[in-house]
């Protein structure tokens, strides 16, 4: 599980040094592969260990290409997908047209998501969750019913 917010210096070739806690998981489970593609949502990246990618790859490949929202997301998804490898210091090179989309320059945010991560520019990260928190002081965030039993 990946869990948690780690700030991220990104150097001036677009390489970022995964968080030592979380390499070795990477290692076991997907032999340094990953990959990253955009998030269609919101201007961050997301990444998954390779393992985890090409389950949601198989779904996202399964779904109806007749269907414009369907088509939309394989497009962007699979599409922007890339196949990355944490070199020998465990860093990963983000590819500039991920790092363009995502607005990512030399502080970024790697957001633990379970089982991947979200790749989100400092500046982008903070303007967000300020929103996110927001919303959830005025009471316009609507909990689906599978979270109002939760008790943290």
Not at 138 to 145: K, R, S, T, V, Y
């Amino acid at each position: 599980m990946f869990r948690g917010i780690n700030a991220i210096n990104m150097d001036a070739k677009g390489r970022m040094a995964m968080p030592t806690r979380y390499r070795p998981s990477l290692e076991n489970d997907s032999s340094n592969h990953i990959v990253v593609t955009i998030d269609t949502e919101s201007p961050c990246l997301l990444l998954y260990p390779l393992t985890e990618w090409e389950v949601i790859e198989q779904k996202i490949e399964a779904l109806p290409s007749f269907n414009p929202a369907a088509r939309r997301i394989q497009r962007l998804l699979m599409g922007h997908a890339t196949e990355c490898e944490l070199d020998t210091n465990g860093r990963i090179l983000v590819p500039p047209l991920l790092r363009d989309h995502a607005d990512l320059d030399k502080k970024v945010m790697l957001v633990g998501q379970g089982k991947k991560f979200e790749i989100w520019s400092e500046m982008n990260w903070q303007a967000q969750r300020e929103v996110w928190l927001a919303s959830e002081k005025d009471g316009d965030a609507e909990l689906p019913p599978e979270l109002e039993t939760l008790s943290l």
